[in-house]
Structure formats: C-alpha cells, structure tokens
C-alpha cells in the first residue's frame, strides 16, 4: 500500500514537472500563437504562475495610445493584474496601474498606482515626473532621480521599442518609491523554427537592483519579445528572492 502512494506521488510530481516545463518553454508559447496568427496588439493579456505551474492571476497590459495630460499629448500605458477568481472566497487582490509618457522621448511624465485588497482600498501612489529638472513629486515631496528616470511600467514600455538590431546592452534607472533602482541587462536573438518559418524572437536577460546595492531588494528578470511591429511581450520570468514569476501570454487583441 505504501509503495502504490508513492508511486502515485511520484507520478503526480513528474506530471508537475513535465507540465512546468511545457508551461515555461517561449518557443510552446510562440508556437501557440502562429496558430491563429499573430495579431499587430495594443492589449496582452498575461496569466501569472507561481513557481512557474501555479497560477495566482492574470493581468493585461494595454497601449491606450495618445491621450492629453495637462495640456500636453502623451502615450497612456495600463495595467490591470488581478487574483484567480478560484481564491475569491479569502483573498481577491487588484493592481491599477497607469503611466503616462512622452511620445518624443517615452520618459514618465505621471504615474499612478492603486491596490485594493479583499475590495478595500489600501492607497493611491501618484508621482509627477520631470526628468529635465532631476526630480519626481510624490505626496508633494520632491524627490531627486537620476537622469533618465523611469516608472516600472514606461521601463517595460521603453525596452520593448529598443533597436535590438543595434543595442545589445540596456541600462534604465527606475524610481516609483523614492529609491533609485538600476535594470540592467542584455539582448539576444533567438531564431525558433515553426511550421517551416523561422520566427525572430528577442530574449531579454537582465537584473533589477537598487542602486545602494542592498541585496535585499533584488530581481532577474527574463522577457520574449516578438519581432513584429509591435514588439510583442509573450513570455516573462521574474525572481525575487526565494520567489518566482512567470507570466505567459493568454490572449492578444
């Protein structure tokens, strides 16, 4: 009886294995979407796992296109991540966020970012950018970045426009919480072969840090983008401490 559990146990963890792996593998990911083709997409929508078989939730990152901000035209970005529905009765979590950027030079110019938590709020981040200047205002205090400061999410927005023909070495500052946060990385080209077509994908391999080199607030991050027009995030792995992500595209519109 003890043998037939474990072998059950055994079976069960290999079948973890096996669709952890399948779960986590960009080329089944890209593969996935040259079946119904590959759409030009201003919205991507992402399921989120834990450990890379778990999922937790889904989020969707969406180009809301230009949109006027105190007088002045700027690229909307949103994201919207929320909790599975299957974890409602004792905990459901939502994530807003909104970033809006300069069309010139895709720096923030104000970001936003609200929580809620089992359907309370739990605050409202509001930050006003002035990379001319060197500083950011939040909560009315001003705060001096580093030239060429970015939000999280105009960071992500930033890389994905990169000429990856040309630049193989990325090097962001990021500030949305009063500290000063390097992403730096590189890029390689990655051709994956796929019903007689071979597809251009881009791999993105990189860390984000603070900049007073606190290794308590410390990430890796890997991202795949699409060589199309609109350089389509399809995949993405982050870990953070004893914690990993991976985020998979679901559906592009």
Known sequence: MVKKALFFLLLIALFICVFAVLENDPRSVVGSL???G???ATAVNFEV???GFLPVGDAIVENKGITAFREENVYNIALIARSKDIFSKFF????KVSSYVSPESLLPVYYKESIKINGNDKGVKEILYSNSR???IADGERIGILPGTFDPLSAFNYVRQLDFDAVKYFDLNINSNQRNY???GEVDEIIYRLNNKDIKVWRLTGDIRRRDKDPGHASK???WILDNKNRTPVFIKIASGRMFYSA???HIK
Request: net charge positive; no cysteine; charged share 30%.
């Open 182 to 184: 390097i992403f730096r």
């Open 248 to 250: 998979r595209v679901s």
């Open 38 to 40: 590959i759409p030009a």
């Open 92 to 95: 459901k979590a939502e994530l």
């Open 34 to 36: 040259m079946k119904e």
């Open 221 to 223: 991050v890997k991202m």
């Open 49 to 51: 796992k834990l450990f």
């Open 134 to 136: 060197g500083i950011m």
